[in-house]
């Protein structure tokens, strides 16, 4: 299986390479060459599986046996899920008034990103004791993107992680827990700005192909193709609780509703649609609303700022995984992405032709949520079900609330569940409703704290290309003694 540039003027790459680049020389995002096609035989085999043996399937798909053999790479699966907390992995609930809620939090931090991030650390230390290399990861965060890299590979002895995190946009809990792992391979800073400026340092720095190759830089965000391949067994799973039957001619469609912000989940569903799966494609988002506006109306321009909003981590103007939808809807055409994103680029403001506007409305449909709709759903879900949603699950719900008051479809419908209200104890608060608090979360007010702050009037650029190389330097130091 080979990897191919959506702006496709990059050599292709086999997925040790895709997985160690981040973005692709050319500034695209890495992408299958080839997608399989799923016939109904293997789905309905794939029906009866686990969430980690589809994760299997389908990562055996994407990463040829000569890279990673099978046993070996179902071995590092397991272990990337060994300290979830439910042993299932992930969880569906299903609740009064038809909702269907896919629990994706079990992992170490409460929230999603665990599933992809444990997977592709695994994948990356298999890799690096191979060929007894270093990486230096950079990561910036709107919340939950961070501390599960951060856990994903804390104390690795050959991987050191460098994470950008936006002081005062991401809840009390996220921020602690980044700041309180305090091993020597996990450096945060905390930026006087959102997640859409601090990125800014960090894309112009991978846009530097000699520094990223000289100091074997990669970064874990959702650019990176193994986030939004392991994230593909979201979408399948949910389809298989959901559909009533797997023996209909056709199959029988299942809607899937995606809180989304930078749309890593969101290319996953449109991915996992290109192999053969019958599922319908929501984006909930909210007030930060490109996404829903480039799917109801074409328009993919940024607004003219980020507006804070009770779904914080969704907080993005920059929808970077939309390039990735973008290529799949216009038949793989690199030539029409490349343009487009590069004109997003250059002016921040871009119409969609007609043409890939009609195609992109086939795949998916959209809705942005407002606050007062986040609590409001929160709120019912909490009165129907006792049971506490977090503000971005809220996000998906309030969808779900809407079509039910309406009567609308009769498709059975999931909504994903990105993370634990344990998390935002905040906006539990806010909705009027009582937090409940692990003692493990609890215990981060009592840890220490490291965070090197990034202020405005900073040169972030600067501070950042220092760190990298006095992390090389001390890696180059500490491979010498070991050698001598």
């Known amino acids: 299986m080979w990897y191919i540039s959506t702006r496709g003027t990059a050599p292709r790459v086999d997925f040790e390479e895709a997985l160690c680049s981040g973005y692709a020389p050319d500034g695209g995002l890495y992408m299958p060459e080839e997608l399989p096609q799923l016939d109904r035989e293997t789905l309905q085999h794939w029906s009866s599986l686990s969430y980690p043996s589809l994760v299997k399937e389908l990562c055996s798909l994407f990463i040829g046996p000569e890279l990673i053999p099978r046993q070996d790479l179902n071995g590092l699966i397991d272990r990337a899920f060994c300290r979830f907390r439910s042993r299932d992995v992930v969880h569906l609930l ?12 079990y992992g ?4 999603f990103k665990d599933l992809s991030l444990s997977c592709a650390a695994q994948f990356l230390q298999y890799f690096l004791e191979k ?4 990486v230096t990861i950079v990561v910036g965060t709107s919340g939950d993107t961070g501390s599960a890299a951060i856990e994903s590979v804390q104390g690795a002895k050959n991987v050191d992680i460098i994470v950008l995190l936006p002081k005062g946009y991401c809840s009390r809990i996220q921020e602690l827990q980044m700041t309180t792992v305090l091993k020597d391979n996990v450096h945060v800073f905390g930026v006087e700005g959102n997640s859409d400026e601090l990125d800014e340092p960090i894309k112009a720095m991978f846009e530097d192909v000699a520094f990223v190759k000289k100091h074997n830089l990669m970064s874990l965000n959702s650019i990176n193709w193994s986030r939004v391949l392991v994230q593909m067994a979201h979408h399948f799973f949910a389809y298989f609780q959901c559909s009533p039957s797997l023996d209909t001619h056709p199959l029988s469609p299942v809607e899937v509703v995606v809180p989304s912000g930078a749309g890593g989940n969101l290319a996953a569903g449109c991915l996992a649609q290109k192999m ?3 599922i319908r494609l929501v984006a909930a988002v909210n007030h930060n609303d490109i996404i829903h506006r480039t799917v109801q109306r074409g328009d993919f321009s940024l607004s003219e700022a980020v507006k804070p909003t009770l779904a914080s981590a969704m907080d993005i103007q920059v929808p ?9 809807v216009s038949g793989t055409n690199s030539r029409v992405t490349k343009a487009l994103m590069e004109q997003f680029e250059r002016t921040h403001s871009v119409q969609l032709s007609e043409d890939l506007h009609g195609k992109l409305s086939e795949v998916v449909t959209s809705v942005s949520v407002s606050d007062e709709a986040i609590t409001q759903a929160m709120g019912r879900c909490w009165d129907e079900n006792q049971y506490l949603l977090c503000p971005h699950s809220a996000v998906a719900v309030s969808y779900h609330y809407q079509q039910m008051n309406r009567q609308q479809s009769s498709v059975p419908r999931c909504c994903l569940a990105p993370a634990s209200a344990a998390k935002f104890p905040e906006v539990v608060l806010a909705a009027g409703l009582t937090p409940e608090t692990p003692e493990e979360i609890l215990a981060l007010e009592r840890k220490e704290t490291r965070c090197t702050p990034m202020r405005r009037g900073d040169d972030w650029a600067m501070m950042l290309r220092n760190t990298i190389e006095d992390l090389s330097r001390s890696w180059r130091a500490g491979s010498l003694s070991v050698s001598e």
Do not use: C, D, I, Q
């Open 320 to 328: 970077y995984n939309m390039e990735r939808v973008f290529w799949l």
């Open 108 to 111: 170490v931090t409460y929230a």
């Open 276 to 278: 053969g799966l019958p």
């Open 94 to 105: 299903r609740l009064k008034s038809g909702l269907n809620v896919l629990e994706l939090w």
């Open 131 to 134: 060929r007894s290399k270093h």
